[in-house]
């Protein structure tokens, strides 16, 4: 079965200083990967995803993620973050085909202080 | 194009009541989701519609929740009764038949609270 862990819940960041948020998963079969943003009082938004070929991927407002098989992670990076990044942001994961149901992590709440 | 819509955005009810939740999903978009998310937890999968037909409810708790897709277009959830453990948000999402791979369109959510 599948299973996706955020190893952060919460993560405290500055103004314009670089942040990880880290996402390992399990699943015995390909997969697909996501990372999800949910801004206070809003749903959730797609930030990017893998689902083959380069294993860095770039998505909106500057972040990007790199897939790692061996490791099973697919964290979650930016060079410089801004006060407008403070939200939760979830990893999933899809089975591989189109088909499959998205499974969410705990979620990691980033917080952004000037 | 119009996102996912879901209404109430609210709701407060007490235990053992009935509650009813509605979800309009983008024009077009096949596969309708409906997620529960406890605060502190990430989304749980409830629900997945493809047209009007059930395609998984294996973590429905049916005693008490039911959804329908009516001609394949909106949703509704209901749950009766309800429990002090039902508080949570309640997302609909969407996506092309098939396409669930691209990512899913979520609505902003009803938040449930049970006193």
């Known amino acids: 079965a599948q299973s996706v862990t955020q190893l952060d819940s919460q993560v405290p960041v500055f103004e314009e200083a670089p942040v990880e948020l880290r996402c390992n998963y399990s699943?015995?079969?390909?997969?697909?990967l996501f990372w999800y943003v949910q801004y206070p009082n809003q749903g959730l938004q797609l930030l990017l995803k893998?689902?083959?070929?380069?294993?860095l991927v770039k998505g909106i407002n500057g972040f990007e993620a790199e897939f790692n098989k061996s490791q099973t992670s697919f964290h979650l990076r930016k060079p410089s973050v801004h006060i407008s990044d403070t939200a939760e942001y979830f990893c999933?994961?899809?089975?591989?085909?189109?088909?499959?149901?998205?499974?969410f992590g705990k979620g990691t709440k980033l917080s952004v202080k000037p | 194009e119009a996102g996912v819509a879901q209404s109430p955005r609210y709701k407060i009810i007490e235990k053992r009541q009935s509650v009813a939740f509605w979800c309009n999903p983008i024009?077009?978009?096949?596969?309708l989701y409906w997620y529960q998310q406890i605060l502190g937890q990430g989304p749980k999968l409830l629900i997945q519609?493809?047209?009007?037909?059930?395609?998984?409810d294996s973590q429905l708790p049916k005693d008490r929740f039911s959804a329908e897709r009516l001609k394949g277009v909106d949703s509704t959830l209901k749950i009766q009764p309800a429990k002090l453990e039902d508080s949570a948000v309640y997302l609909c999402?969407?996506?092309?038949?098939?396409?669930?791979?691209?990512?899913?369109?979520f609505g902003s959510g009803t938040r449930l609270t049970v006193v």
């Open positions: 999402a969407s996506s092309l038949e098939g396409r669930a791979a691209l990512g899913y369109t």
């Open positions: 699943s015995s079969v390909s997969v697909y």
């Open positions: 893998y689902l083959s070929g380069s294993t």
């Open positions: 999933a994961v899809s089975e591989g085909g189109s088909q499959g149901n998205l499974i």
């Open positions: 024009s077009g978009h096949a596969t």
């Open positions: 519609f493809q047209n009007n037909g059930v395609v998984d």
